[in-house]
């Protein structure tokens, strides 16, 4: 995984992906207690000579070389050199690369300076070491050595220049194991590096560098991989096999070189990196399950605490949450971001009441976190200083965060996909564990590219849900829930196998004469098609519906209208006109499912029998209608057969269920249509959507009414007018007096001007409004007209439009209809 310059290939060493190892213990009066072979080969001390010595004199620092880290170069550096750690100076595990002066002489005498990459692990309990230090040549990750490791008599300094050329960076850090699966063998293994150690020494050390974390390698200026000592099965049998040779040797009595039975040194080698990817795939496994959004946010939080983090902070666009598209372009100081998790492992209750889910904030561009959602980039604070602190809980106004940040390490990722940024997560450790480093940087990074993408599809889905919601809440009517003479309650379910948006819908049209029409139908098929389709065709239902057609007549029309519309277009629909003062229900039916009746008298339900009638669509069949007589008080059930119907199941099973359900008392009509729905979905899960209208047929009494018959003739303008002021006296109506008489007599003289007519009608309704009806037996309707100041005519529809609440005309059988509305005065 390391880089050399283009068209190279890599060194052996970083292609085998092994390097020789140093390994040197130290007690606490800074003494060598341990010196491993790889220790030798790479400073030229021999055990003997190192063993007891200043851990100073044989590693003394030339100098520290220089990283360039970014922006954040004070937050992340790669800790202390190397001379702090051996003086026993700090109490954390560090890393870094340094220049040693070692033994072995170089060119002209001098002694060797060897560039190294180190990592130093502090030790604790009863035993006497002190500093585990693990070093490795950093020369052996490049190509510059020729065949055999001959230099081909260029200098050190070509050597080194060369090799700056071919990695641009090479640093150590180092990547968090908790859950490594082999603990005790490794300890066990130990021993073969260290000779002199026993087991529980082993055992002891081990424990501490399982803790604080891998070795880590970073190549070049992207590849970061993670290296532990390779404690292998394979090197034990190698050994086993190498003394066994020696031993043959000796008893022959062939001298034995050490080397022979030594270690050829401890390599590194890329367990972590599998370390890391199972991580990464076992976190992916866990999320992702749905594509509910508020679900996939706790997975993503749930799936790094505690094991790669103690608190995992979630902040999304509010754009995100709301299920909006938002801006292009990077995020900026404006931009409001939502806390949508908060995970953690401290006490219950803690970050409750400083980080409240729910919450939406800004951040300023000198926090980390606008770095992170601006570049879309990882930031990493090893520790939260107490100035970086104060500058962060400045955000939070009076609230004090410090307590819960202050000396923490700090990991920021970005939640993006498609090269936008959604969010992104802070991420927390505790003290007592040990920082975020470089690797812990690159895991999180991919840990939430993953994230990303994951929240990013839950997003799509949210947003095309809430699309198509939209989509079919505007194409379904918001209905009154009372119109004269009757109460309604409608329900609406969208399919939840197939998609959001289906072809079912619903109305109600108030007609004159104080009649409603009901309509409910079902477009074949499901998806945009199908809901393009049923607007289409609840638009021309209302149409018709104002024209007072029959009901008949309006299936008729609506038919050829589909047939005209394509002949993919197929529909069921139920068309119903309920007249409250005649106590009548005048029905049709286009290959739907029929209504259900609940007689107020006894309770009982039955289904209506109607001619069924082809689907809209089907063209020349012909539609029938049927008068049914109803009482005050019935209801009336009409549904699409979403509802009724279940895989597996005959229809007729569904409509039992429903007619049987439909007589069950209720508080309400609401009540009573979810009890409907319970019955008929009781484990949820339905595959067509469902739309349902209920209504209750109050009917309006006959005192309520009021009829006289007039003769076509200027005088009767002045009787109608007096009539009317009475009967509203008598209906305790008399603030309505004067514009009801006016409007009444506008009507009733265009009637006798302009009409050729032999009779009129004047009818007057009381039910949730005061309706005036103006009835002859000409079909000519009249129409609103302009009127100039001169006209003598034409102004007195002019008149109805500015005084009542609704007007309009309409056609019937022996003629025609004018008809206006006031509403009751409060009281």
Not at 123 to 139: H, S
Not at 572 to 579: E, I, M, N, R, S
Request: charged fraction near 25%; charge should be negative; hydrophobic fraction near 40%.
């Amino acid at each position: 995984m390391e880089r050399g310059t283009p068209g190279e290939p890599p060194a052996q060493s970083a292609a085998s992906g092994r390097i020789p190892l140093a390994v040197v213990v130290v007690d606490g009066a800074g003494l060598v207690s341990h010196w491993s072979v790889g220790a030798r080969r790479l400073f030229g001390y021999g055990k003997e000579e190192a063993v007891g010595r200043p851990v100073g004199d044989l590693l003394p620092v030339h100098g520290a070389i220089p990283e360039d880290r970014g922006s954040y170069g004070a937050f992340d550096g790669l800790g202390p050199d190397l001379e702090t750690s051996l003086d026993g100076r700090i109490s954390y595990p560090a890393a870094g690369r340094a220049r040693l002066t070692g033994s072995a002489s170089g060119a002209g005498g001098a002694r060797a300076r060897v560039d190294v990459l180190w990592w130093a692990y502090p030790l604790v309990g009863p035993g006497p070491e002190r500093l585990l230090v693990l070093a490795a040549d950093a020369a052996r990750l490049t190509a510059a050595d020729g065949p055999d490791g001959e230099r081909g008599g260029r200098s050190e300094r070509d050597e080194r220049d060369e090799r700056d050329e071919q990695v641009e960076r090479i640093a150590p850090g180092f990547a968090l194991h908790t859950d490594f699966p082999g603990a005790d063998e490794l300890a066990a293994r130990l021993p073969e590096i260290l000779p002199s150690m026993s087991v529980e020494e082993s055992a002891r050390i081990v424990a501490q560098v399982l803790e604080l974390g891998y070795p880590v390698l970073e190549f070049s200026r992207h590849d970061r991989v993670p290296v532990t000592p390779d404690w292998g099965v394979a090197r034990r049998i190698e050994r086993k096999e190498r003394r066994e040779r020696a031993a043959r040797a000796a008893a022959r009595g062939v001298p034995v070189a050490p080397e022979a039975v030594d270690d050829e040194g401890e390599d590194l080698e890329y367990a972590a990196v599998r370390e890391r990817l199972e991580f990464l795939n076992e976190v992916s496994g866990r999320i992702g399950s749905s594509l509910d959004l508020s679900r996939t946010i706790i997975e993503v939080s749930r799936a790094v605490v505690p094991r790669f983090t103690d608190v995992a902070g979630t902040y999304l666009r509010e754009q995100v949450v709301a299920g909006e598209g938002f801006p292009e372009g990077a995020p900026d100081e404006t931009t409001m971001w939502h806390r949508v998790a908060v995970e953690h492992t401290d006490e219950p209750g803690r970050w409750d009441d400083v980080v409240p889910v729910g919450e939406s904030m800004p951040f300023p561009a000198h926090t980390p976190f606008f770095q992170c959602m601006t570049s879309g980039d990882p930031v990493l604070v090893p520790r939260i200083t107490e100035e970086m602190g104060n500058a962060i809980a400045s955000q939070f106004e009076k609230r004090d965060i410090r307590p819960l940040i202050n000396h923490r390490s700090m990991l920021v990722v970005p939640l993006k996909a498609r090269n936008v940024v959604l969010g992104f997560m802070i991420l927390l450790r505790h003290q007592e564990r040990p920082v975020f480093n470089d690797m812990d940087r690159v895991t999180g990074a991919e840990l939430a590219a993953r994230a990303g993408l994951v929240l990013d599809n839950a997003r799509m889905y949210t947003y095309q849900e809430s699309v198509a919601d939209t989509l079919q809440d505007s194409m379904l009517p918001h209905i009154q829930p009372r119109m004269p003479g009757c109460d309604i309650a409608t329900r609406y379910l969208p399919g939840t196998l197939l998609g959001r948006v289906g072809g079912d819908w619903f109305d109600s049209v108030k007609l004159p004469g104080s009649r409603t029409a009901f309509v409910v139908g079902d477009v074949m098929g499901h998806g945009l098609n199908s809901a393009a389709m049923m607007g289409q065709l609840r638009t021309a239902v209302q149409t018709m519906a104002a024209l007072d057609l029959p009901p008949e007549q309006l299936l008729r029309n609506l038919d050829d209208l589909a047939q005209r519309l394509g002949e993919h277009y197929l529909a069921t629909c139920l068309y119903a006109v309920y007249d409250p003062i005649a106590g009548e229900l005048h029905l049709a039916n286009a290959g739907h499912i029929p209504p259900v009746l609940v007689r107020a008298a006894d309770g009982r339900s039955e289904l209506l029998d109607l001619p069924t009638g082809a689907p809209i669509g089907v063209g020349g069949v012909p539609f029938e209608s049927v008068l049914v007589r109803v009482a005050p008080g019935d209801r009336l059930l009409m549904c699409t057969d979403g509802l009724v119907e279940i895989r597996g199941e005959d229809i007729g099973v569904g409509l039992a269920t429903l007619t049987e359900s439909a007589a069950h008392p209720a508080a309400s009509m609401d009540d009573a249509c979810d009890t409907i729905i319970r019955a008929l979905n009781p484990r949820g899960g339905r595959k067509d959507d469902v739309a349902l209208l209920m209504a209750r047929l109050n009917g309006i009494p006959m005192e309520n009414v009021a009829h006289w018959r007039l003769a076509v003739d200027p005088a009767e303008v002045g009787r109608a007018r007096e009539m009317v002021r009475a009967q509203l006296r008598a209906w305790s109506l008399q603030p309505l007096s004067d514009t009801a008489e006016l409007l009444v007599s506008e009507l009733v003289t265009n009637v006798v001007r302009h009409s050729r007519s032999s009779r009129i009608d004047l009818r007057l309704v009381r039910s949730g409004a005061l309706v005036c009806e103006v009835e002859d037996d000409d079909q000519t309707l009249p129409t609103l007209l302009s009127a100039g100041p001169g006209d003598e005519f034409g102004r007195g529809l002019r008149v109805v439009s500015s005084l009542a609440a609704e007007w309009g005309t309409s056609r019937t059988r022996a003629g025609k209809t004018v008809w206006c509305e006031l509403p009751l005065p409060r009281r």
